[in-house]
């Protein structure tokens, strides 16, 4: 009996999405990772863009490797596989962000942060900024 390989599905792409964003979060490129599974890094590719299912084992070292729980992959994942597409863009929007070295700079600061009046404050200021770009950009 010939025994067909499952095509990824949505789940495998958020995990391989999520596999990508801590790495890159990390500062860590896709040999590194490879180096610490025992992989090749066109393996890791693979996973990162949901072209090949990551299996419990394989997804538990990658999880020591990147220094998360394996629950980091499943939390707040959606049962019905549907997202809107305003959540799409923003998922883009924070992957582009944490892929750039200014965005992991801005969120390593913020993290070191503990007074959560004084985060606050910052986020207004972010959101205030933020804003007032989009405003000038649509004159």
Do not use: W
């Not at 067909?4 to 040999?31: T, V, W």
């Amino acid at each position: 009996m010939l025994h067909m390989k499952k095509a990824p599905n949505a789940i495998d792409h958020e995990i391989g999405r999520r596999i990508k964003a801590r790495r890159q979060f990390l500062g860590q490129n896709q040999q590194f990772l490879a180096d610490e599974i025992g992989v090749s890094y066109q393996q890791v590719q693979k996973y990162e863009n949901g072209a090949d299912r990551v299996g419990a084992s394989r997804l538990f070292a990658i999880a020591k490797a990147l220094g998360v729980p394996i629950s980091y992959f499943f939390e707040d994942e959606r049962d019905d596989d549907t997202e809107t597409e305003a959540a799409d863009a923003e998922r883009q929007i924070i992957d582009r962000t944490v892929a750039e070295e200014e965005g992991r700079s801005l969120i390593l600061h913020f993290a070191r942060i503990r007074d959560p009046q004084l985060r606050q404050k910052v986020l207004e200021l972010a959101e205030l900024l933020s804003d007032a770009c989009l405003s000038t950009k649509r004159r």
